[in-house]
T-cell receptor
Framework: AQTVTQSQPEMSVQEAETVTLSCTYD???????LFWYKQPPSRQMILVIR??????QNATENRFSVNFQKAAKSFSLKISDSQLGDAAMYFC?????????????FGTGTRLKVLA | DTGVSQDPRHKITKRGQNVTFRCDPI?????LYWYRQTLGQGPEFLTY??????LEKSRLLSDRFSAERPKGSFSTLEIQRTEQGDSAMYLC???WGSGETQYFGPGTRLLVL
């Protein structure tokens, strides 16, 4: 069974600085999707960025980028020029693209604090 | 606001009572998911619908849980004979076709006394 692990329960970053959130996963499949979701306090969860495993190029979305290391099964999120609005829980998630399931598997999350 | 709504937002019930939650997805989205999220954890998959068909259900979901999506639009999640361990946030998410972006609702927070 696939698993997703986020080993950093909490991270802090100074405003305007860069922070990297870690995520590792375990799977025997070769084709899958990886995601980072953001859940602000008392607000709805939203997608930050996604990566298809067959793509070697790391995904980027404005200030958010990922470092996808398929062999190491690592998928970290880098937030550049951190803003106060980035403070939230961040969840890494996995979905198989080959096993006929649409089940998403989430990690336990990392709480990001942004210090003014 | 993602466009996905859930009702009620909060529910307090006594152990043994039945509760029903409703999710209204984005209108053109054919896929709908239910998740359960407890404090300090990520969302845990409960079940998935494509249109009105329930295609996948977590093995962790006991027989006390049932979900429906009768016309392929809104969905309901019912918990019968609630237990204190059912206390959690119940999240709904919708998705269109083969797109991989899930749009989450605000959740229904359930407290079982």
């Amino acid at each position: 069974a696939q698993t997703v692990t986020q080993s950093q329960p909490e991270m802090s970053v100074q405003e305007a600085e860069t922070v990297t959130l870690s995520c590792t996963y375990d799977t025997s499949e070769s084709d899958y999707y990886l995601f980072w979701y953001k859940q602000p306090p008392s607000r709805q969860m939203i997608l930050v960025i996604r990566q298809e495993a067959y793509k070697q190029q790391n995904a980027t979305e404005n200030r958010f980028s990922v470092n996808f290391q398929k062999a190491a099964k690592s998928f970290s999120l880098k937030i550049s020029d951190s803003q106060l609005g980035d403070a939230a829980m961040y969840f890494c998630a996995y979905r198989s693209a080959t096993s006929g399931t649409y089940k998403y598997i989430f990690g336990t999350g990392t709480r990001l604090k942004v210090l003014a | 606001d993602t466009g996905v709504s859930q009702d009620p937002r909060h529910k307090i019930t006594k152990r043994g009572q039945n509760v029903t939650f409703r999710c209204d997805p984005i209108s053109e989205h054919n896929r709908l998911y239910w998740y359960r999220q407890t404090l300090g954890q990520g969302p845990e998959f409960l079940t998935y619908f494509q249109n009105e068909a329930q295609l996948e259900k977590s093995r962790l979901l006991s027989d006390r849980f049932s979900a429906e999506r009768p016309k392929g639009s809104f969905s309901t999640l019912e918990i019968q004979r609630t237990e204190q361990g059912d206390s959690a946030m119940y999240l709904c998410a919708s998705q269109w076709g083969s797109g991989e972006t899930q749009y989450f609702g605000p959740g229904t927070r359930l407290l079982v006394l």
